[in-house]
């Protein structure tokens, strides 16, 4: 390996450890932490992204979708019981509603099956076509009384009160099932497609959270979201975020060691041969769509896993807080600044893109105080009431910014992927 | 009676709207994606800052649209189109054009126009703040009813003056779009481009100059539709996301590259959504003296609950991906 | 010389596909490419016009040097090429397609495009035509009609032949004498090689990116070893 690369990793790393210690000292340890500990679940959303986009060439523009979804079961198994739900009407008419779709969901996939009995062609499209649309009408009218009915009698369904990790891995794995789908759909055709459903599903997500009161509480939001390890309630700020770092920043380390041996492993090298268009796809035949699914389905289970480690640190649940910019396009922006395709350079992005973000907060009110300031001195300009958030908005452009900058001129990332042909 | 006159209201004026403004956007989009190869991304937002470009125009020259009878908003349209197409082609130079001299793959330019998009989201947020705005804050906004000559019907068909001109500009921009396309030399090569980029470059057609010209188009379509859906309804910074998934439904259900399947593309979606919304159980409430007593119709009918909306095109769009990837015209072979 | 391509070395970014080779037509000359599949056929025609890179040798035209012009501007010094595969524009019709190989004129040339009906009659009954929905013969012509409406001095025509029934083929060759008579070089990589070499002032037999002979259509037909390897026989 190239001793100039060396250098430069140690060096950007040191920079990072600079930008933290001068940050302890500014903000103090809690605030450092916190900022770590976010950084550390994002770090396994870079992961997650980076194997898909750097391995493999695949554009998931619905990071949003599957963080929502981790965070989301992760709240279903961890929080808290609500006893007040499992006594209730609500919680039998619930259960007489699943059984409803359990019984549909049989006759539709019967009525896929008729070709059996000799109708067939546009005949059987339309019969399942009709089908379909009449499950779905159903599905919906039958859910709303359901749902109202938990709604007024106990606010929402609240969780199985499981452990937190196995609400992490559930997440994931809910997360990873999503993505097969898209996957199935999309995977055969060109990158653009995956691209946008993935947006799509993402938007549908969140619509869905946030409208499903009796599961999500909605725009009230659920918290206290329970932890892994002891929470601030019990040990204090420094200790409890100490130690949700620790767990966090294993996990990384694991998953970066996993991922590392698959890139050297025949199975990685594969995926970039496909990615860089080595083996055509004639030569492949079918196998290639099979291995970018499973790549796809592998970093969406990473993302919704890294989500639901984020969604519970914030310890608040609220489907209004997913955003495209917060939980897609910043992890982008780690990626691409990073290095796609190389692991350390996706870590090192989350921990110096998240680092950049926070700070950017205070930054840009600074700045935009100060242009307040001297537009009223100098010009007798009135600045509009909501300066301060449009301030804050404002770093949308930066993202956007550092996106296409960082295209154009270091389109490899600053701690680019190691091209030498490992053999 | 009444309740065929709300269908009218409720389906087919805002079914035909949402398609014109759809259709608008999904010309844009299958042009660039036939052309430059990528899914644009930022187009819903370019449609956003046209709106507000117009906007800045109409309050710089309040009272413009009373002069001649139309909606100031309306009445500068051809300078914000002048404008937005002038920045499509700026944003191309700056960020576009230098990723295709290196001759990257063509999925970098949509990693660059998420950079764009978020761009210009922070540039609306920045200069205009968040909050909706209205361009009827001076004017009147006329509403035209249409009194139905039946005894029944106590209930007006009603549409209002800017979905007239909507519908209007729509139908003029289609026709001045197919009148380019097929009869001038720069529209032929665009679609000879579109259809064969390598052959185009083998011909010796000026692919840049084709590029200025498909940003030109797709800009001042973009102007068109943002300022019209503004006009019609209020005009706010976050239409973006909510726009560009049926857009890009849209655009793939017409097939990538084809303006006119675009156009079709767009009215389905449009009605799609427009239906699956639709409270049936309003239609179904006049036959309820008919039906025996035990069956009550419930008072909410519709396929999808209106905060569900933006599943219809995305249904739509998977559909079309599995069964027909290249669209109802047979779009781009992908 | 009309054309001239001299040792000539490219590929597409790895080991080199052509490894030194030589081409050269005159006016009116028909030079015939044949060679077994991959052999770098394909390749010589897009080096000749410019479309890849080369890592060494030169393309003269008419005596210039062009070596480094890219493909864009070859057309307008008169080089007009039609690719292997994918050379029509197929969503536009047959009168497009041929507007479209104009691009570059900015005279009246519609009297070119009566030429071009003249030389395949097919072609005028289905101006208005779709080209996607042509037979694979009819196409061939629109695109080779298509590369002389700009009236080049340098045609290079890569497998105009292939897939066409024997009708066809027939058909096509003899246009393509047609075009030669008419003072234009045409450079053409070819299949049907027995039935090309009969008609080539020249002939290049290439084998792995190099030169293997280089004659007269005549002499390699009567050529024993070539008609061994390469003519089956
Ligand atoms: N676009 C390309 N990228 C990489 N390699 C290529 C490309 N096109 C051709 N090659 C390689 O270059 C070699 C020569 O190809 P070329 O198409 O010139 O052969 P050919 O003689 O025309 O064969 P054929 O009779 O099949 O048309 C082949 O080994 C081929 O695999
Ligand atoms: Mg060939």
């Known amino acids: ?53 750097g391995y493999a060439g695949l554009f998931n523009a619905g990071g949003m979708g599957f963080v929502a979804i981790g965070g989301f079961i992760t709240m279903v198994v961890a929080f808290p019981v609500n006893d007040a739900f499992w006594g209730s009407e609500g919680a039998k008419a619930l259960g007489f509603f699943l059984i409803e779709v359990a019984v549909i969901v049989l006759a539709v996939v019967g009525l896929t099956q008729i070709h059996r009995i000799g109708i067939r062609g546009k005949l059987k499209a339309v019969c399942v076509m009709v089908g379909l649309a009449a499950a779905f009408l159903f599905f919906n009218n039958e859910l709303a009384p359901v749902a109202k009915l938990i709604e007024t009698e106990s606010g ?26 898209i996957g199935k759909a999309c995977l055969g055709l060109r990158a653009d497609y995956l691209a946008i459903a993935t947006l799509g599903i993402a938007e549908i997500i969140k619509a869905i959270l946030k409208n499903a009161d009796w599961l999500t509480r909605g725009t009230l939001t659920v918290s206290p ?43 990685g090298r594969m ?11 004639a030569a492949m035949g079918k196998d290639i769509n099979l291995r970018r699914l499973q790549i796809f389905v592998l970093g969406s289970g990473l993302i919704g896993f890294g989500g639901a480690a984020l969604i519970s640190f914030a310890r608040i649940f609220d489907p209004s807080g997913f955003t495209p910019l917060k939980h897609t396009f910043l992890v982008w922006v780690m990626v691409l600044v990073g290095g796609a395709g190389n692991n350390l350079g996706a870590i090192f992005g989350a921990v110096a893109v998240y680092i950049i973000w926070l700070m950017g907060e205070p930054v840009a009110l600074l700045l935009f105080e100060s242009v307040r300031e001297l537009g009223s001195l100098w010009f007798d300009w009135e600045a509009p009431a909501d300066l301060m958030t449009r301030a804050l908005q404002a770093r949308v452009f930066f993202v956007g910014l550092t996106i296409t900058l960082a295209l154009r001129f270091v389109p490899r990332g600053l701690i680019p992927e190691r091209l030498n042909k490992i053999s | 009676m009444n309740e065929l006159i709300f269908f009218v209201n409720k389906v087919l004026i805002s079914g035909t709207i949402i398609g014109c403004i759809y259709a608008l956007g999904a010309i844009g989009v299958t042009l660039v994606f036939g052309i430059l190869r990528f899914a644009n991304f930022s187009h819903a937002d370019m449609m956003t800052v046209g709106a507000y470009i117009a906007f800045i125009f109409a309050s710089l020259m309040p009272g413009a649209g009373a002069l001649i009878g139309l909606p100031t908003g309306f009445v500068v349209l051809p300078l914000a189109i002048i404008c937005l197409a002038a920045f499509a082609i700026v944003v191309d130079r700056l960020f576009y054009r230098p990723l295709r001299e290196r001759k990257v793959r063509p999925v970098m330019l949509l990693v660059a126009s998420l950079g764009v998009t978020l761009m210009l989201h922070g540039l609306v947020r920045l200069f205009a703040g968040t909050s909706p705005r209205s361009f009827f804050q001076d004017e009147k906004k006329d509403v035209f009813r249409f009194d139905v000559p039946f005894e029944l019907a106590s209930r007006d068909i009603v549409i209002s003056e800017p979905q007239v001109l909507l519908i209007i500009t729509s139908i003029v921009c289609i026709f001045a779009l197919h009148w380019f396309l097929t009869h001038t030399k720069l529209g032929k090569a665009m679609r000879a481009m579109s259809d064969n980029a390598d052959l185009a470059l083998v011909s010796g057609i000026n692919t840049e100059k ?125 | 010389m009309l054309i001239k391509a001299s040792n000539i070395v490219a590929g597409y970014g790895g080991e080199p596909v052509l490894n030194g080779i030589d081409l050269s037509i005159d006016s009116g000359q028909i030079g015939v490419i044949v060679g077994p599949n991959g052999a770098g056929k394909s390749t010589a025609l897009k080096s000749v016009f410019g479309l890849i890179q080369l890592t060494q040798g030169t393309v003269s035209l008419a005596g210039d040097d062009v070596t480094h012009v890219p493909p864009d501007q070859r057309v307008s010094l008169g080089i007009s090429y039609v690719p292997q595969e994918m050379n029509i524009f197929p969503s536009l019709t047959v009168r497009e397609n041929l507007e479209m190989g104009a691009f570059i004129r900015n005279d009246d040339f519609s009297s070119v495009i009566d030429n071009m009906y003249d030389l395949f009659p097919p072609l005028k009954q289905k101006a208005t035509a779709v080209a996607g929905q042509l037979s694979g013969g009819q196409r061939q012509m629109v695109a080779i009609a298509r590369a002389l409406m700009i009236g080049p001095r340098l045609l290079l025509l890569d497998e105009p032949t292939v897939g066409l029934s024997p009708a066809f083929v027939y058909e096509i060759i003899e246009r393509i004498k047609a075009i030669a008579a008419r003072g234009v070089g045409v450079l053409i990589v070819e299949q049907n090689a ?24 005549e002499n390699l037909l009567n050529d024993p070893e070539v008609a061994k390897s390469f003519l089956g026989g």
């Open chain 1, 1 to 53: 390996m190239n001793i100039d690369q060396y250098r430069r990793e140690i060096l950007l790393f040191s920079l990072v450890g600079l930008a933290i210690v001068a940050i302890v000292a500014f903000f103090g340890q809690a605030y450092t932490l916190r900022m770590l500990a976010e950084a550390a679940c994002y770090a396994i959303l870079a992961l997650g992204l980076t194997l898909q986009w």
């Open chain 2, 210 to 334: 084709i590029v200025r010209a498909t940003w030109i188009i797709a800009g001042s379509l973009a102007a068109v539709a943002g300022t019209l859906l503004s006009l019609d309804v209020v005009l706010k910074p976050d239409l973006s996301f909510n726009l560009l998934l049926p857009i890009f439904a849209a655009a793939i259900v017409g097939g990538i590259g084809r303006p006119y399947g675009a156009i079709a593309g767009g009215l389905l979606v449009g009605f799609s959504e427009t239906l699956a919304i639709f409270n049936w159980s309003i239609l179904l409430r006049p036959s309820a003296e008919f039906l025996p007593e035990w069956i009550d119709i419930p008072a909410r009918m519709a396929f999808v609950p209106t905060e569900y909306k933006i599943i219809v095109p995305f249904v739509i769009l998977i559909a079309v991906l599995i069964w027909r990837p290249t669209g109802i015209f047979k779009g781009q072979v992908l």
């Open chain 1, 225 to 267: 979201l329970p932890w892994p390890v002891p929470t601030p309630n019990d040990i204090g700020f420094v200790a409890a975020r100490s130690a949700y770092l620790a767990l966090t920043a294993i996990m990384v380390a694991v998953i970066f060691v996993l991922l590392q041996r698959a890139y050297r492993a025949p199975w």
């Open chain 3, 194 to 217: 027995r039935r090309a070499l009969e008609i080539a002032d020249i002939g290049f037999v290439l084998a792995a990116g190099k030169n293997l002979y280089t004659d007269s259509g």
């Open chain 1, 271 to 281: 995926m970039r041969a496909i990615r860089d268009n080595e083996v055509s796809a």
């Open chain 1, 156 to 181: 929402f369904i609240g969780g199985l009160g499981l452990p937190v990790l196995l609400g992490w891995i559930l997440g994931g794995l809910a997360a990873a099932f999503v993505a097969y789908w």
